[in-house]
């Protein structure tokens, strides 16, 4: 191999090796700052709970607390069925999108007081805080 063979290489394994390890550097920053994120996000959601407060303005933008529901049937066959018995039939393909069946379920619980989701159906709900940065990112 010629000389300016060998120093490309030896250039490029120096760079890629750098550019390696800062990759699994921010990597190992990233899941730090998300764990702790986490505990933050857990911590405002419930002094906005215990303060009666859905949403308020800082600074850096706008706060909101909210819950999100993630629905999955336990049991597809009869999970089927009974979308298909409730008239929701069309939402079937040949899989039932995630974000528009747990909309719905979310929808049957708002707006039902006497619905209960059925024992084939896993309705997860998830305390979040939604953010809205002033001017954006």
């Known amino acids: 191999m010629p000389e300016d063979s060998n120093q490309d290489v030896e250039k490029y ?26 505990v933050f996000e857990a911590a405002l959601y419930t002094a906005m709970k215990n303060a009666a407060v859905l949403s308020f303005k800082g600074n850096e933008g706008t706060f909101t607390r909210g819950i999100d529901l993630y629905s999955s049937f336990v049991d597809k066959v009869k999970g089927y069925a009974w979308l298909k018995e409730e008239g929701f039939g ?19 619980i708002k707006t039902d007081t006497e619905f209960e989701v059925p024992d084939f159906v896993k309705a997860t709900p998830k305390e979040r805080i939604r953010f809205r940065k002033k001017g954006g990112w």
């Open 90 to 108: 069309d939402m079937i393909t040949e899989t039932v999108n995630a974000q528009t069946f747990s909309a719905h379920i979310r929808s049957m």
């Open 13 to 38: 394994r120096k760079k890629y090796y750098d550019a390696l390890v800062l990759e699994k550097k921010l990597e190992r920053e990233f899941e730090a700052a998300t764990a702790e994120r986490i």
